[in-house]
């Protein structure tokens, strides 16, 4: 699939990954070739690159008068300027809808607003670069701080969204935030909803094989019909749906089934690099596959409940699931680091 074929159709591919080496590499190739119009990034991601990617050992080296924290803090948001500069000629294309690059507040605060919302403002303040946006975790204390970052005037990507109800949340803090921001027509959002995990929870509870691999798909399409309906003639900048953890986890299934079943309108779907290549790779036209399918997701979601599927409690498992993983992956880069500075 052409990936401005994708773009054409309303679905944004974004990178689900970023190094320091890829900075200067692949990256701008993708960019060149037109394969990607944004990057994401979040703790498991920098855990991966730092500990993995050897360009950052002298990096380590030349600050270890720092704390690790402070080491870690300095790597990626140096690393997400850069990345961020990479995708300035996007961002001005597109009048800021893409060319976007995502940081993560500390996976740590995600039960904290206050917290949270301190981070966020002294993030974008390093960074400093227009086409930044901030995650902030779709948890019951990320809600509040979402209000305010936004009505701060600072772009945010919503992460770790599972369930409608916390999507019509999530779309609820965003406008409430727009509503007391200055410069609106400044701002922009993601909401990013995960898929992929949703099915490996739900395909184990299962006992009929038909109705494996349905669940997130049909999820997923469900909040596309409940953004429509909440953004249905407003009048500031959308909050557009982000598909979030579309890398298959369940080998028997093709690799771009997280892509191609989930392209429409002002979508963006931010794809790990194994995923991006399998979808540049395949011959599939690009269309949109959610809103003719609307009526069957639900049914496909009435069949799971009458399986035994309680959909509230697995989402709900899922987002304490993500936190903690995004905590432990924390932990370990800053373990990581404080041994490599001590060495």
């Not at 599927?309 to 903690?324: P, Q, S």
């Amino acid at each position: 699939m052409k990936l401005t074929d994708l773009h054409a159709a309303g679905t944004s591919a974004w990178l689900d990954d970023l190094s320091r080496a890829a900075l200067t590499t692949t990256l701008p190739e993708r960019i060149a070739r037109k394969e990607v119009f944004g990057v994401t990034t979040n703790p498991a991601i920098f855990q991966a690159a730092i500990t993995k990617d050897p360009s950052y050992k002298s990096a380590i080296e030349a600050n270890k008068h720092l704390s690790a924290e402070e080491i870690v803090e300095k790597l990626t948001t140096e690393d997400v300027r850069d990345a961020c500069k990479l995708f300035r000629p996007i961002y001005d294309a597109t009048n800021g809808v893409d060319g976007r690059v995502s940081i993560e507040v500390d996976p740590r605060l995600a039960h904290d607003t206050a917290g949270t919302i301190e981070q966020a403002k002294r993030l974008w303040a390093i960074i400093d670069q227009p086409n930044l946006m901030i995650k902030i975790p779709a948890t019951r204390a990320g809600l509040p701080a979402i209000t305010e970052v936004i009505a701060a005037g600072i772009s945010v990507n919503v992460t770790l969204i599972f369930s409608l109800t916390r999507y019509a949340e999530v779309i609820d803090a965003y406008q409430a935030g727009i509503e007391k921001c200055a410069n609106p027509a400044n701002v922009h959002s993601v909401a990013s909803f995960f898929v992929s995990r949703l099915d490996s929870a739900i395909d184990k509870l299962l006992q009929d094989d038909a109705l494996k691999g349905k669940a997130a798909v049909a999820n997923a399409r469900m909040a596309y019909e409940l953004y429509l309906e909440k953004f249905k003639n407003y009048p500031h900048n959308h909050q557009r749906p982000l598909w979030a953890s579309t890398g298959v986890k369940d080998p028997a299934y093709r690799a771009t089934m997280y892509v191609d079943s989930l392209i429409a309108p002002n979508t963006v779907n931010t794809m790990p690099p194994t995923t991006l290549d399998a979808v540049i790779a395949a011959v599939i036209e690009a269309e949109d596959t959610i809103t003719p399918n609307i009526e069957s997701a639900k049914k496909e979601l009435l069949s799971l409940a009458g399986a035994g599927i309680d959909l509230a409690k697995v989402t709900a498992e899922l987002e304490a699931d993500g936190v903690e993983k995004f905590m432990a992956s924390w932990d370990v880069l800053l373990n990581e680091v404080d041994k490599a500075k001590n060495a």
